[in-house]
């Protein structure tokens, strides 16, 4: 007969056993705050938010796991089910939060920012190395720049990403924890499945190696670069038409970029490299204006760049 496991810190319980080998192994490849921080965990029931739980416990922080119901699919709230019970048998806190999203064009899109829309500032996500991978070729198709190719920044908020996926598939089977299979990560209608399970699989075919620590290791020295060139483009003023003109294209682009998301332009996304070159070459003369994305317009005028939002710019038209 199986005896009742110590929960970590606390009483009998069928807490999670992590004196498991694996944890101290895994645990030493993360990036968690000193133990006694308290952390906020997205945890969404699949193997790498779990992982990400049970290690942010493990590392002796005081966890809150939040579950975000995003109402796509009938049964999903069974899934909170699953985070609360895992939360319960690591000893830590739980919260659930519902939002409603509507299926349509951009869904990933739209239920990541309804996603973070609830979560405090500074949550942990269970993004892995294999994530980022998936991030960085993503972005290069869409014609992104330096700062694209990143794919997944490192950050505080971002402890597991020098973790594999197999990683914290073989924790959650370690410990005994039953990960959520959200059946959206096979749509192909989704561009980042196609990413995982056609490209990357292509690209280990074609290189006959595993492409994601290639990748990974190429990101972290666009990081470098993007860094070094966000350095040179904070002294120059993405205003000024004849200083974006005679200033590197890297550090003219970097500056336009960064003026155009601190402007709210496409809320971040989908400003692209041809969307900066066409900026660039309204600095330069070649065009008085231009659209960037989704509406948004920057236009040249007496030497000064300026940027307005969709609809205001065609309702100032005679």
């Not at 709230?77 to 000893?91: F, I, K, N, S, T």
């Not at 996500?125 to 694209?148: F, K, M, N, Q, Y």
């Not at 989704?294 to 609809?311: H, K």
Request: net charge negative; glycine share 10%.
């Amino acid at each position: 007969m199986d005896r009742p496991r110590r929960a970590h810190g606390g009483g009998l319980t069928d807490a999670v056993d992590l004196a498991h080998p694996l944890v101290g192994e895994l645990l030493a490849r993360t990036a968690f705050p000193r133990p006694g921080s308290a952390v906020t965990c997205a945890v969404s029931g699949g193997a790498d938010s779990l992982a990400l739980l049970a290690l942010a416990v493990a590392a002796g922080c005081a966890a809150t796991a939040v579950h975000v119901d995003h109402g796509l699919r009938p049964g999903s709230a069974a899934e909170g089910d699953v985070v609360a019970d895992a939360a319960r048998r690591l000893g830590a806190s739980c919260h659930r939060e519902q939002v409603t999203v509507a299926d349509g064009p951009n869904l990933e899109a739209r239920a990541r920012a309804a996603r973070y829309a609830v979560l405090p500032a500074g949550a942990l996500t269970g993004h892995t190395a294999d994530d980022r991978a998936e991030t960085v070729l993503l972005h290069l198709i869409r014609g992104a720049g330096p700062t694209g190719a990143i794919g997944i920044a490192r950050s505080p908020e971002r402890p597991l990403l020098d973790l594999r996926r197999a990683d914290t598939e073989a924790l959650c089977a370690a410990l005994a924890l039953d990960p959520v299979h959200d059946p959206s990560n096979d749509d192909p209608r989704f561009r980042r499945n196609r990413v995982r399970h056609e490209l990357l699989p292509l690209l280990a075919s074609i290189g006959e190696r595993d492409p994601v620590p290639v990748l990974v290791r190429q990101a972290d020295l666009f990081a470098d670069v993007d860094a070094a060139l966000a350095a040179a483009a904070a002294s120059l003023d993405p205003t000024d038409a004849a200083a974006l003109a005679a200033a590197p294209v890297a550090v003219a682009g970097v500056a336009v970029r960064a003026w155009l998301v601190a402007a709210g332009v496409g809320d971040g996304y989908g400003i692209d490299g041809a969307a900066v070159a066409r900026v660039l070459a309204v600095a330069r003369g070649e065009q008085v204006a231009t659209e960037v994305v989704g509406g948004w317009r920057v236009a040249r005028s007496r030497g000064v760049l300026s940027v307005t939002a969709p609809g205001s710019w065609q309702d100032a038209r005679p």
